[in-house]
């Protein structure tokens, strides 16, 4: 699990590459292996005192770099050399005359430290964009899939870097064959801005000590290896989280004032209490969609004016009220979050064109939650909702959940804790609450409806067996393999978060990618040696 909003601004993680509390952790050096004399600082000499001055010398050395106008390929190449060198510690980095050579296939890596790549593209070619300056056998390459491509291909590497001088990206062999993960400094916003703080995170994380030939001893191995056993606390945490603002919401409609016929339909039975279950795990899924929605930018179409995103975000994106969250003295009796929560809502249900919201239906269809649209909902049981939903106590202070990388299993593993929940009223009808033992719980969703979640171990090998071979006898046999792999079709009917159909899409994907571009997708790796993903690998 990862953080939502990096406190770091000139910082960007994308796919939890190293858990984000973990890397909160780095840059405040109190893990193990962080004393100054780990980063070669000499005796007499503090951390502090040497990040200073490796920050001043790399600011210099920027500075030299951008003035000049659009650096090449060697320009490039020559200032990445010196930075890491002369401010990050890689002393054994060298120049490559030559492309490298793994698993059959070249790879035009400009600079190498020990086992770790260096990929470089010049400063015009963003980092994610195929270069011309990156070619090999008649294909281009960016940066990023370079490096990306060279660490699944090479077993001997495991982590690498890549930039364009204007950033820096840390990647790391992907066997996972699923979305792309790295961690990516922005090297202009660091020395043009003076941002320290980021400065020190990149040199902290990035620092040649932080590499090692042995992976059992690298740092960076060590660091992701924690950091996802911690994920897996932070996991049972969400869940708890889950569970704990689904008990706020219910007993914030039934306890408000205004809310007394719906409190009286409750208690006589006229309202069942499942249903009411039902709408309040509705509720809660709206607002986890649009968090994730808002944190990966997806909630407003290409084309919605400037205008409208500025008006929904300035008064009613969820993200303002997960920052009002935080504040304690925000969870008062009021309730106009809830009124500003029910316009999006039921603008998501219909359109809204002046919040440029699109008509998405679905989990918002009007209507679909007809004993709580109408209801009162004070900011205390709101706000305290969503700081359950948004947020993980730590013991260092709160830590924002991460519902941007949020993986489909991960989403199933919580969906599959609350089909265990049992609601009960309690108090004489003036208490929501869950069962927590006895006959009670026996009869639960998940049991009943026989709802578990499915590894991501058992959903790679189902894939394996089942969709693999229709994939390769597709391409082998299609005149057009991407319109053949294009008109596929994979069902699934109890796809619950969907963890089957987007692994398989995924899968498909990286097929396209590769018939496309008549090469391997950088989601080819060392766990397919013997045949890349697209097929056309074997080595």
């Keep these: 699990m990862a953080v939502t909003a990096s406190p770091f601004a000139a910082m960007t993680a994308m796919g939890a590459l190293i858990a984000p509390a973990q890397v909160a952790r780095i840059a405040a050096a109190e893990l193990p292996g962080q004393a100054a004399g780990d980063y070669g600082v000499p005796k007499g000499l503090t951390l502090r005192d040497e990040l200073a001055r490796f920050f001043r010398m790399g600011q210099a050395q920027w500075r030299a770099f951008s003035a000049a106008p659009a650096p090449g390929l060697d320009a490039t190449a020559r200032f990445v050399e010196a930075l890491l060198k002369d401010v990050l510690g890689f002393a054994d980095i060298a120049r490559r005359s030559a492309p490298i050579e793994a698993g059959g296939r070249s790879f035009p890596v400009a600079l190498i430290a020990g086992a770790v790549p260096i990929a470089v593209?010049?400063?015009?070619?963003?980092?994610d964009r195929a270069s011309d300056a990156l070619s090999a056998i008649g294909r281009r390459r960016s940066a990023a899939t370079l490096v990306q491509e060279y660490l699944n291909a090479e077993p001997g590497a495991l982590w690498g870097l890549a930039s364009n001088g204007r950033?820096?990206?840390?990647?790391?062999?992907?066997?996972?064959?699923?979305?792309?993960?790295?961690?990516?400094?922005?090297?202009?916003a660091i020395f043009d801005d003076e941002a320290y703080a980021d400065f020190a995170a990149l040199f902290l994380l990035l620092h040649r000590t932080r590499f090692?030939?042995?992976?059992?001893?690298?740092?960076?191995?060590?660091?992701?290896?924690d950091g996802a056993k911690a994920g897996t606390v932070a996991r049972d945490k969400l869940r708890g989280g889950v569970e704990a603002a689904l008990?706020?919401?219910?007993?914030g409609f039934l306890e408000h004032p205004a809310n007394g016929t719906l409190a009286e339909r409750l208690q006589t039975g006229a309202l069942p209490l499942p249903d009411f279950y039902a709408a309040l795990l509705r509720l809660v899924y709206r607002l986890i969609f649009l968090l994730a929605a808002e944190d990966r930018n997806l909630l407003h179409p290409a084309d919605a004016p400037a205008q409208a995103r500025q008006l929904y975000a300035r008064g009613y994106a969820l993200g303002r009220l997960r920052d009002r969250a935080v504040r304690r003295a925000a969870w008062d009796?009021?309730?106009?979050?809830?009124?500003?929560?029910?316009?999006v809502m039921d603008a998501l249900g219909r359109g809204e064109p002046r919040l440029g919201l699109p008509a998405l239906g679905g989990l918002f269809d009007r209507g679909s939650l007809p004993d709580l649209e109408g209801a009162k909902l004070s900011n205390a049981k709101l706000l305290e909702a969503i700081y359950r939903l948004a947020w993980l106590r730590e013991a260092s202070g709160p830590v924002p959940?991460?519902?941007?990388?949020?993986e489909s299993e991960e989403l199933g593993s919580v969906y599959e804790g609350l089909l265990e929940l049992v609601p009960r009223l309690e108090l004489g009808g003036t208490k929501f609450t869950f069962a927590t033992e006895g006959a009670e719980t026996k009869g639960n969703a998940r049991k009943v409806s026989g709802s578990y979640y499915t590894p991501d171990s058992l959903v790679q090998a189902l894939l394996d067996s089942a969709l693999d071979p229709l994939l390769e006898s597709t391409v082998a046999s299609a005149?057009?393999?991407?319109?053949?792999?294009?008109?596929?079709?994979?069902?699934?009917?109890?796809?619950?978060?969907?963890?089957?159909?987007?692994?398989a899409a995924r899968r498909i994907a990286a097929r396209v990618a590769a018939?496309?571009?008549g090469g391997c997708p950088a989601g080819w790796s060392r766990r397919t040696k013997t045949a890349g993903a697209c097929g056309q690998c074997a080595t």
Aim: aromatic residues 6%; charged residues 25%; contains cysteine.
């Design 333 to 343: 009796r009021h309730h106009d979050a809830w009124e500003g929560l029910r316009v």
């Design 167 to 188: 950033c820096l990206r840390l990647v790391r062999d992907n066997p996972s064959l699923t979305r792309p993960a790295f961690i990516e400094f922005d090297l202009a």
């Design 515 to 517: 018939a496309r571009t």
């Design 479 to 503: 005149e057009d393999p991407v319109a053949a792999l294009l008109a596929l079709r994979v069902v699934d009917p109890a796809c619950g978060s969907g963890h089957f159909l987007l692994a």
């Design 121 to 127: 593209s010049p400063s015009a070619d963003p980092i």
């Design 247 to 251: 008990q706020l919401l219910g007993q």
């Design 212 to 225: 090692a030939a042995n992976d059992a001893g690298c740092p960076l191995e060590l660091w992701r290896t």
């Design 401 to 406: 959940v991460n519902w941007r990388d949020m």
